[in-house]
């Protein structure tokens, strides 16, 4: 009897290891590993909340004359009227009249894009003509460098009129976030 109770209470306890405990310890493993991966979500969020605080006290720093300019620069809508209207206005200070504008939006097609196009941009171009003198045209393609918004000038050409007055037709491209 000596050796057999010895012998039932270790065949007991394994069986209660077996049977219970490492039930237990193997629910409790995946317990702390779903805690381990809230906690490091936890952490994740903190982060993620600093940067943005960080960010949201930097863009607060800008000036708001100079926000105003970027989103002039580069808008985030396709506002083809704008454009005109910003065109049109540089030409009256010439006092000339913009004739035959078209607008064709999204001219990037060189070469076909399959699948989604990712750009975070969209591209528009606007072709018209104008009727000045040599030196008047610069000037006008000068005020038009320097207006707030992007402008590419993509083609021109011209033809002579009279008098050193000639009547260029001008195609200028774009862009604003998509």
């Known amino acids: 009897m000596k050796f057999f109770t010895p012998a039932i209470l270790i065949v007991l306890s394994v069986g209660l290891f077996f049977g219970f405990t490492d039930g237990a310890y193997q629910k409790l493993k995946l317990l702390q590993d779903k805690n381990k991966e809230y906690s490091d979500a936890q952490n994740d969020a903190v982060t993620l909340s600093a940067q943005r605080d960080n960010l949201m006290l930097q863009y607060k720093a ?23 209207l910003a065109i049109n206005n540089i030409a009256k200070k010439y ?42 045209f610069l ?27 000639y009547t260029y037709n ?6 604003w976030l998509k």
């Open 139 to 165: 000037s006008f393609l000068h005020d038009m460098e320097s207006n707030l918004r992007f402008v590419d000038l993509k083609a021109l050409s011209f033809t002579a009129e009279k008098d050193n007055v």
């Open 62 to 84: 800008i000036p708001p004359q100079s926000v105003d300019k970027l989103a002039k620069s580069l808008p985030d809508a396709v506002d083809n009227v704008g454009l005109i």
């Open 95 to 136: 006092s000339v009249n913009i004739k035959g504008a078209r607008i064709n939006q999204d001219t990037n097609t060189k070469g076909a894009i399959i699948g989604p196009d990712s750009k975070p941009y969209g591209t528009i171009s606007i072709s018209f003509s104008i009727t000045l003198p040599y030196e008047t």
């Open 170 to 175: 001008l195609t200028v491209q774009t862009y």
